[in-house]
């Protein structure tokens, strides 16, 4: 198990994480980090584990309203074009591959909250 060292508010934290997931945990917590800025500069310092929680708490909601536009494209009729010849992928592919996206999404974030909480 790999180990990364993220800064969240100027304020380390040492997260472990599979072997070779250490630039994408990078890349997570660099979004987080500035969801927590713009708190910091909306509301001013809350303490770490409040500005975490409202971070966190405002990601998930993104991601829900995500999940909420994914579910309606998924249920309105699709008018499809005249097919042309050749392989194409059906639109509800990449609607079902973005849900996949979405949900991995939704277990790293869990995954990585749990390791800030345990640091």
């Given amino acids: 198990m790999a180990r990364v060292s993220i800064t969240i508010n100027n304020q380390k ?25 713009e708190l910091v500069s909306a509301i001013g310092q809350a303490g770490e584990a409040r500005l ?20 309606k494209l998924e249920a309105a009729p699709v008018s499809t074009p005249t097919p042309e010849p050749g392989p194409q992928t059906s639109p509800s592919m990449d609607e079902d591959r973005l849900a996949k996206v979405l949900d991995a999404m939704a277990a790293r974030i869990e995954t990585i909250a749990q390791g800030l909480e345990s640091a």
């Fill in 52 to 71: 975490l929680a409202m971070a966190g708490l405002l990601m998930a909601d993104e991601m829900a309203d995500i999940k909420d536009e994914v579910a």
């Fill in 13 to 37: 934290y040492d997260i472990a994480c599979a072997d070779g997931e250490e630039q994408h945990i990078l890349e997570l917590s660099s979004v987080l980090d500035s969801k927590v800025a």
